[in-house]
C-alpha cells in the first residue's frame, strides 16, 4: 500500500513519525511536513514560547547538531529517519494539485494519515486516496475540536484525555470517529507530557486501519454528534492564567530535557544540559 503520512516538522511531529515509520515500513511511504506559520501563534507569550520550544530550538538548533554526528539517539531526527528507512519527504505550503504541493498527487497514495497537520483538505484531493484520509486528533470529538486540544481538556477537569482518530472530511475535525483514546490527566504533568502521551497512545488506532485494510476489513466509524461539537482557535492570555491558576504548567525543565534527549546521543548531552539551560 502507498500511504502518505502528513504531519508537522516540529518536535510532536519527530515523536509522531519514530513511532509510525518502523511499524508501516513494508508500505511505500512518503512524508509531507506543513510548513505553515500563522500570525495566532506567537499572539500570546506562552504561545510564542510553546512555539519556540516545540519547533525552533529541536528543529533549528538540536536537531542539526545531532545530524552531523554518526550517532543517533533513542530515537532518531526526521533527516535520520529518511536514511535509515529510505522514504520521500516534502515540504507543502498548502494542498494543490500543482506547484510543489502537486508532489503530493505524484505520489498517488492508496491512504491519507494526518497527525498534527496544519493544512485544511479540500476538493480535490478527497477523490486522490482511494482508502480516504484519516486523521488523529489530540482531543475527544465531537466536544474539543480545533487548536490546542489537550489544554481545553485539562482545562476541563476531565478525568481523563482523550485522542480521537477519525476519518476526514470537509469539516474541521468533524468527520465519523474511529476510535477514541483515553489517557489519565495527572496534576504533575505538564500540557507538553499530556500532549506527546495522547498521540502515543493514538498510534495502535492508525496501525489497526491499515492493518485491517490489508485484509479487506472496512473501518467501523461512528458518525459525531454535531449538537456536542465544540471548537476552539489559539488560547488567550485569560485561559493562560486559568490554566496556571489551577496549578498546572505548559512544560518544565525535566519534561522537556527528558523529551529531547530522546534524540539526542550521549556524545551531546552537555551540549543538550546547555540548550535546555538556556531556554529555562
Not at 500500500?1 to 518536535?11: G, N, R, S, W
Not at 522514504?87 to 510543489?100: I, M
Amino acid at each position: 500500500m502507498k500511504i502518505a503520512i502528513c504531519t508537522k516538522y516540529d518536535l510532536f511531529g519527530a515523536i509522531v513519525l519514530n513511532h509510525l515509520i518502523p511499524n508501516l515500513s513494508e508500505h511505500k511511504l512518503a512524508v509531507f511536513f506543513s510548513d505553515k506559520t500563522r500570525p495566532g501563534e506567537s499572539s500570546v507569550p506562552e504561545l510564542a514560547r510553546f512555539k519556540y520550544l516545540e519547533r525552533e530550538l529541536p528543529l533549528n538548533t538540536l536537531f542539526p547538531l545531532i545530524e552531523k554526528t554518526n550517532n543517533v539517539g533513542e530515537l532518531l531526527t526526521p533527516l535520520q529517519m529518511t536514511h535509515k528507512y529510505h522514504f520521500e519527504t516534502n515540504v507543502l505550503r498548502d494542498l494543490l494539485p500543482t506547484g510543489d504541493d502537486a508532489t503530493l498527487y505524484a505520489f498517488e497514495p492508496d491512504l491519507i494519515i494526518s497527525v498534527r497537520f496544519s493544512l485544511i483538505f479540500k476538493q480535490p484531493i478527497f477523490s486522490l486516496p482511494k482508502f480516504g484520509i484519516y486523521n488523529l486528533h489530540p482531543g475527544a470529538l465531537p466536544a474539543f475540536g480545533g487548536l490546542f486540544a489537550p489544554l481545553r481538556q485539562m482545562l476541563s477537569g476531565a478525568p481523563a484525555l482523550g485522542c480521537t482518530f477519525h476519518r476526514v472530511d470537509l469539516g474541521i475535525d468533524t468527520g465519523p470517529i474511529i476510535d477514541i483514546a483515553w489517557v489519565p490527566l495527572r496534576q504533575n504533568l505538564c500540557l507538553m507530557q499530556h500532549t506527546s502521551e495522547l498521540y502515543l497512545a493514538g498510534i495502535p488506532l492508525i496501525l489497526e486501519l491499515v492493518n485491517n485494510l490489508v485484509t479487506n476489513k472496512d473501518p467501523v466509524i461512528t458518525p459525531q454528534i454535531s449538537d456536542q461539537r465544540g471548537y476552539f482557535s489559539y488560547p488567550e492570555a485569560a485561559e493562560f492564567s486559568k490554566f496556571k491558576q489551577k496549578g498546572m504548567k505548559l512544560t518544565d525543565k525535566h519534561t522537556y530535557r527528558a523529551m529531547l534527549s530522546l534524540f539526542t546521543p550521549s556524545t551531546l548531552k552537555n551540549q543538550l544540559d546547555e540548550l535546555v539551560n538556556s531556554a529555562f
